[in-house]
């Protein structure tokens, strides 16, 4: 079930990050983040806040492009940053430990290339250039996510 959509302008790097930090005080474990957004777009930058947010500020947060899966043990649960630009076909998810991420929380760069395996339930969040600033676009796929996105301010 789809719904609302959330829509935030952000005017800097800085302000990704905090949009990174505000939803990750949301995340439960088994939770999944679908990042879409092309190259540049900042679906990195905006993990970098959400991983630190959750990890401690001085937590290094590399883009995943040639590992195709970076993690962090986070106090609350572990953190799944998957990248899947390089991939060839979604049963190549399997090998990342896609089924691990069940106990804990993943982020998805590039989702649509995980086929079937993407769950149903989850939160959409596209990032893109409007002129000189990004805009970032929340969408609950699934009642959870609505719920805990109504009242969501940043």
């Known amino acids: 079930m789809h719904g609302m959509e959330l829509t935030f302008d952000l005017v800097n790097d800085a302000a990704t990050r905090t949009l990174g930090a505000r939803i990750a005080a949301l ?12 190259l540049g777009a900042g679906k990195t930058t905006l993990t970098r806040g959400l991983v630190q947010a959750l990890c401690g500020a001085d937590e290094e947060v590399p883009s995943p492009t040639y590992t ?4 962090y043990d986070a106090p609350q649960f572990p953190i799944w940053h998957f990248d899947l630009y ?3 076909t979604p049963d190549e998810v399997m090998e990342l430990g896609w089924d ?5 929380v ?5 989702p649509e ?11 959409d969040l596209t990032l893109e250039m409007v002129g000189e600033q990004r805009r ?3 969408e609950p796929v699934g009642e959870d996510w609505q719920k805990r996105l109504d009242g969501f301010r940043f």
């Open 27 to 38: 995340l439960r474990v088994g939770d999944v983040i679908a990042l879409h957004g092309d």
């Open 68 to 71: 195709l899966v970076q993690s």
């Open 86 to 88: 390089r991939m060839n």
């Open 100 to 104: 691990e991420t069940q106990g804990g």
């Open 106 to 110: 993943a982020l998805i760069e590039w």
């Open 113 to 123: 290339r995980a086929g079937r395996y993407l769950p149903t339930a989850r939160l």
């Open 136 to 138: 970032a676009r929340l």
